[in-house]
Structure formats: C-alpha cells, structure tokens
C-alpha cells in the first residue's frame, strides 16, 4: 500500500518519455502509419504500456492493457474528424517527477498523458502546436458553415420556372455541386497538418 502510494505521489506510476526521431521506426505506432499516403510521424510520447503518436494526419494510440502485456488496443483520431479541445499542460509540484499534458480530442475522448518533468520543453512545443491545430481546425468548421449559407442564398437566388431547358438546370446544379465540394472538402476540410509540426516540434 506504501509504495504504491510513493509510485503514484512522486509520479512514478506510468511516466512517458518523448521519443527522438531516430527512434521512430522501432516503436509499435510505426506499423499503423499509412505510409502509401504521405502520412509521418512528428511527436510522440511513450510510456510503460502506451503510446501517444502524433502523425501530420491524426493521433494514433497504442493502447496497452497493463505494462507486463504484450496486447495492444490500436486506437486512432484523424484530425479532419476528430477536433482538440482543452488543450492544456499541468507542470510538476514539488516532490512530482512528471508534467501532464492534457486535451480532449473529438466528440469527449480526454487525455491526460504523464511525462517526466525533464521533457517540459517538448512537451510546451507539442501544447503549441495542439492549441493551434484547434485554432485551425475551428476555423474551417466556421468557413464551411459560411459556405452552406452561401450556398442557401445562391439557391433562393434561381427559381425552377425560370430555367430555360433540363440540361440548363443539370449545368447549373453541377456547377453548384463542383464548386461546394471544392469549397468544404479541398480548402476548408483540412486534413494534412505538417505545417503547424514543422513550425512547432523541435525535437
């Protein structure tokens, strides 16, 4: 009971580490890259029994039972669905070995993720660049919104009966269409967030 209780005051109980680039492609996580699309590693903490990877294209956690089992739960957060949230960093009191990175990503799921305390300054860099893919991520959201509303006025503008011929309306139903999709899946549907990586993480 002691110890136990001394594991979890000093922080010791299941404490990340960020993992350097070189070592990359001897962790779990690499195996469930989609590598054929462009998809890469930028951050990524390890600890006992999980892994929190953080790709240009979501975050990918390696999900371990207990620390002594070799099964893994292979759990996965594309950012064009999932959006962070509550992004925030709790630092190390004084007799604390750890920081704990905290955010909650897509519809509720929470994080809290321990790391050792000499690894703040990653940390701070992989806080950076979570706060502002949120920023980014919100931002779209409004501009597609905007874009439906748009896309309401443009229809009130056009009544059936005035349409000259059926290939008349085919023609301007499509152009409509090409254009919306262009809008909400190519320039507000952002789902490659390598820019905001390279600008931030720093290890």
Do not use: W
Request: aromatic share 12%.
């Amino acid at each position: 009971m002691f110890k136990k209780f001394a594991s979890e005051a000093l922080g010791l109980s299941d404490i990340g580490v960020i993992v350097p680039a070189s070592d990359y492609d001897k962790v779990d996580a690499d195996d469930y890259l989609f590598n054929e699309d462009g998809e890469k590693i930028f951050f990524l903490i390890k600890s006992k029994k999980d892994e929190y990877c953080f790709t240009n294209y979501g975050l990918i956690h390696v999900d371990g039972d207990s620390a002594v089992s070799s099964k893994r739960t292979i759990k996965r957060y594309d950012y064009v669905t999932h959006h962070f949230s509550n992004v925030m960093i709790e630092t190390a009191g004084t007799i604390d070995m750890d920081v704990e990175l905290k955010f909650t990503i897509g519809d509720g799921t929470v994080f809290s993720i321990d790391v050792r305390k000499n690894f703040i300054e990653s940390v701070k860099d992989i806080y950076k660049a979570l706060i502002t893919i949120g920023k980014m991520q919100r931002r779209d959201e409004m501009a597609r919104e905007n874009a439906m509303h748009s896309l309401n006025a443009v229809a009130s503008m056009y009544k059936i009966n005035t349409v000259t011929s059926e290939d008349a309306l085919t023609q301007h139903y499509n152009a409509i269409l090409n254009t919306l999709n262009t809008t909400m899946l190519e320039r507000f549907h952002r789902r490659d967030f390598s820019p905001v990586f390279e600008r931030y993480i720093h290890n």
